[in-house]
């Protein structure tokens, strides 16, 4: 990847608003690209609800060997009532996830200028959140027996490495260490998850010896739900585990604006395969096809592609282009082409 | 139990705050129960830190046994930092809720008058979340390999079983049934922890058969905390397991004025052990012997106990008084002992 090379791009739009956002996030990505003449070249992968429904397939093979070709992923939203629970989150977004070891679910939380909080009084919210990616309990190691009978048990298993975690842990503190607070919080429940627990705190205190600038702290996962209630400012860094931070990411989303302006990266740090891009949001199909949806979280993950694959300066731009949108936002209802529009226009500028 | 027969109450005061909330809950207890004349015995029982570090013990079988053969169980809190974290936790607390079988952990919401919010927007805040008790992830059923090696693997196993399930979905749809909106929603997360989370699904479906009024939506864990941001009154009852109600009643608790507010009731319905009644919160070293605790989720989960008792009027009357003094108290500063005495009185008036 490089200016002269340009970018391979993986593009899954998926299912309801994942077009719409996409769309956007892509004429976004362009006019960031547009001054350095980088070639963008895009591959769509029709995944999700459609394709299941047409065929019964969620991710084959050669749907993943071919992204594996891919320097980046951009994804939209996957999902949608008419497909079983759990088939197009197992079988495509989480197969994604695993199969391209994307160990960083990077989440940041900015309360931007302009934004209002849910909270009488948010402070400064500014903190990422460093979520494991392929372990824990969303490993799908669980399994069920005498299913429909009284006597029926299900089992989930949550799975954690010292491998796995010791890698995001350090992927975390480095991030901590290149921020001006220096600040990691390592969220568990160690006190009832104890083996899960001890060792992601035994791998926190170890990896600190590498970061002596980085101070740490801990907080049970049923605390750092109210820290993020009643002051999500003590926060710079988060880690945690797969479902720990599926869980505090939403939550973060709320405090600092919703769902409409929260961003994700999926991240191989080792770049042995492609990363992705993601809204957290989901496919939103009661507002699908409406122009309704925001593309900001979309835009927003976009920037942290451009940062991932070297466009530091282009990143800026379209964090900074988003961060001026919402300043002058106001109340005014823009449909997503629109707010597309404007942003990119800004990146323009 | 009952007027004439008395109450055996088993006192565990426990740890750091726990003596000092539970002199206060039980004060107003004594008031509670005198005009009816009815007879309060209490046994206390030395469990917690200092007896762990005086003789290593944390719960023995004879101290179950005693504690079987009581009425109902008063707990402050428990645990220390001076304690392996998970040793009491696991040993004491956990202990006594699946020795017990307490299978209803009942955590009732509740935003009163005077007290404020730190949502900007609370709007009325009225529900109740019935929490597995004696499954999930919390059955202790993890382990590791390797500890301490590169190779080290740490997994928790979450046990669901038909029988544990649908023996809290049935009393959490008696409760929805018995309140004015009659509302059930599920709280899970079925998309990723398939079989544990279908196993819920079906559950309530089957269920809501004996409860045709009630009526029952879902949310997933991660859009609950969304949800308790931005429009907590959409709940009226929540049933989930441990572990996702452990983490959202932290959060409910955080929305609705704080830790120091929020009861919690583990009981067994079926009524083959005592029930045991406690603050959500936990022992809090850093403030313990003050007298800066807040007595008043003890003294709710007091009036919880007297529910369970077949006490109503004077569990109503112990609610009325919180209530009165919640709503009078504004920025006053009082120690435990002035709560205490306070509602106590207003309990006599
Ligand atoms: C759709 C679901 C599988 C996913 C997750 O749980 O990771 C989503 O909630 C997210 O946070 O990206
Ligand atoms: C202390 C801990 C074991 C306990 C739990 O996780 O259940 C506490 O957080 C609670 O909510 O009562």
Redesign the interface.
């Known amino acids: 990847v490089g200016r002269t090379e340009g970018i391979d791009l993986a593009v899954v739009a998926g299912d309801g608003i994942g077009t719409e956002v996409v769309e956007q996030g892509l004429a976004v990505l362009e006019a960031a690209l547009a001054p350095s003449g980088t070639k963008l070249s895009t591959t769509e992968f029709d995944l999700g609800a459609r394709r299941w429904h047409a065929t019964g397939e969620t991710l084959t093979d050669e749907d993943l060997e071919k992204i594996k070709g891919q320097d980046a992923i951009l994804l939209g939203a996957i ?1 949608d009532p008419s497909v079983p ?2 088939v197009l ?2 079988g495509l977004l ?1 197969k994604l996830r695993f199969a391209l070891d994307h160990y960083v679910n990077l989440r940041p939380t900015k309360l931007f200028q302009g934004v ?6 948010p402070g400064e919210i500014d903190f990422v959140v460093v979520r494991e990616g392929t372990e824990g ?2 490993v799908g190691n ?3 027996l ?18 796995g975690v ?1 890698r995001v842990v350090r992927d975390a503190f480095a991030r901590a260490a290149a921020r001006p607070r220096k600040h990691l919080t390592l969220v568990h ?11 992601w ?2 791998t926190v205190e170890a990896v600190n010896a590498e970061f002596p600038d980085v101070t740490t702290d801990y907080a049970h ?3 750092a ?2 820290y ?3 002051n999500p400012s003590r926060f710079d860094v988060i880690v945690t585990d797969n ?1 720990f931070g ?6 973060a ?3 600092s604006g ?2 409409g302006l929260a961003a994700s990266a999926n991240i191989n740090p080792d770049r042995t395969s492609p990363s992705m891009f993601e809204p957290v949001h989901g496919s939103a199909p009661d507002i699908a096809g409406q122009g309704k949806a925001d593309p900001t979280a979309t835009i927003l993950s976009v920037a942290l592609l451009l940062e991932h694959l070297g466009f530091a300066a282009e990143s800026a731009k379209v964090h900074d282009a988003v961060a001026a949108d919402l300043a002058t936002r106001g109340d005014a209802v823009r449909t997503t082409d629109q707010v597309g529009r404007d942003i990119a226009a800004r990146v323009t500028e």
Chains 1, 2 share one sequence.
């Open positions: 999902g629970s759990g989150e197992r989480l209002s909080s849910p909270l009488a009084d309990p969303y669980g399994g069920a005498r299913v429909g009978t009284p006597h029926e048990i299900a089992t989930e298993v949550s799975v954690n490495t010292a491998f010791e429940k160690h006190n009832v998850l104890v083996h899960a627990g001890h060792l705190r035994r996962v049923d605390a739900t109210i993020l209630t009643t479902l599926d869980i505090l990411t939403d939550q989303a709320a405090i919703g769902i």
